[in-house]
């Protein structure tokens, strides 16, 4: 009577082997499929220093500055772990605002108290790497910026020591020297040029649109001058140089107008010379000088070295030059 139901077991179990089975992935399929594992540290934090500095980056443009302490502390102390000056910069700056305003969120004054010194020190050991660093007031609080300047006032003979230092290893140190080339111009303004008529005294002064505006308004006054004297003595009878009554309006008549016009043409000449005299020399200046740098010797300075080989070297002499600019010695 057993046996068939454990002949009914054996073919059901050679029925269920029979079935196929997918076979599994291979391990290295598996392994590829997995996402990179990032190296955390006990709260939760990643290890790399800059993956904290990008994730302080972020807090501090969300405006969650409580964010940026527990980030930014390990990179920093007890010694930082970034290799990049720049990064170092930017760390201790990002922790020093975020250490400022859990500062203000703490109850305790004490809390409050550790946590500013806490600040002062990261914008001190900022100072110490850059001593002429400056916050952008553009970016953050005008609390901040004064915490940060009382840091630097604080510690000016300190900061200016490490200055000191600074110059004089650059100085003996390996940096390549570089050359620059001074340019120096020293302009004479001779004073008889205010006097000139036509703008030339703004022009020499280095004001331009006045003196094109006295030129042009001068230059207009004295046109209509000569127009109505040229009209004028077109309408004078050739053989008596008078003017005819006749017609209306008569040649006399015209001739009266164009006298009018002379005059006040004449009249707009002389007013405008005098104004331009007068501001030509308020604004006047014996002398100026104009430098600027070049990256490489000026032609004239090569010249002379080769000139002054086995000679004498001869004195500069002056330049005069007239141009838009009026009247200019140079040397």
């Known amino acids: 009577m057993n046996a068939r139901p454990t002949a009914s077991i054996v073919a059901l179990a050679a029925l269920i082997g029979a079935v196929t089975v997918p076979s599994a992935l291979p391990a290295q399929s598996i392994e590829s499929s997995r996402l990179p594992v990032v190296p955390v540290d006990d709260s939760g934090l990643p290890e790399d220093p800059q993956q904290r500095l990008s994730m302080a980056e972020a807090a501090f443009n969300q405006g969650e500055f409580e964010r940026i302490p527990p980030l930014l502390k390990p990179v920093l102390e007890p010694r930082p772990s970034l290799d990049s000056e720049d990064d170092r910069i930017r760390a201790r700056e990002l922790l020093g605002v975020g250490l400022y305003f859990e500062a203000q969120s703490a109850t305790d004054s004490d809390r409050r108290d550790q946590l500013i010194t806490q600040a002062r020190r990261q914008f001190l050991e900022l100072l110490k790497e850059r001593p002429d660093y400056q916050l952008d007031s553009m970016i953050f609080p005008a609390s901040v910026v004064e915490l940060f300047e009382s840091v630097r006032n604080a510690h000016a003979e300190q900061l200016a020591a490490l200055r000191e230092e600074e110059s004089d290893g650059d100085l003996n140190g390996n940096n390549a020297a570089t050359s620059i080339y001074i340019e120096r111009y020293v302009v004479q303004n001779p004073y008889a ?33 000569i127009a109505g004297f040229i009209v004028i003595e077109t309408l004078r009878q050739p053989d008596t140089g008078k003017f005819t009554a006749e017609g209306s309006p008569s040649d006399y008549d015209r001739a009266r107008t164009w006298r009018g016009a002379q005059i006040a043409g004449l009249s707009l000449f002389g007013g405008l010379w005098v104004w331009s005299v007068i501001d030509a020399l308020v604004k006047y200046k014996a002398q100026e000088v104009r430098i600027r740098t070049l990256d490489e010797p000026p032609p004239e300075l090569e010249e002379t070295s080769e000139e002054s080989i086995g000679t004498e070297s001869k004195p500069s002499r002056p330049r005069i030059g007239l141009g838009i600019g009026a009247l200019q010695v140079e040397w």
């Open 193 to 225: 040029v205010n006097f000139l008529p036509f703008g030339f005294g703004q022009f020499q002064n280095g004001e331009s649109v006045p003196g094109a505006l006295f030129a042009a308004g001068q230059g207009l006054g004295l046109a209509t001058h």
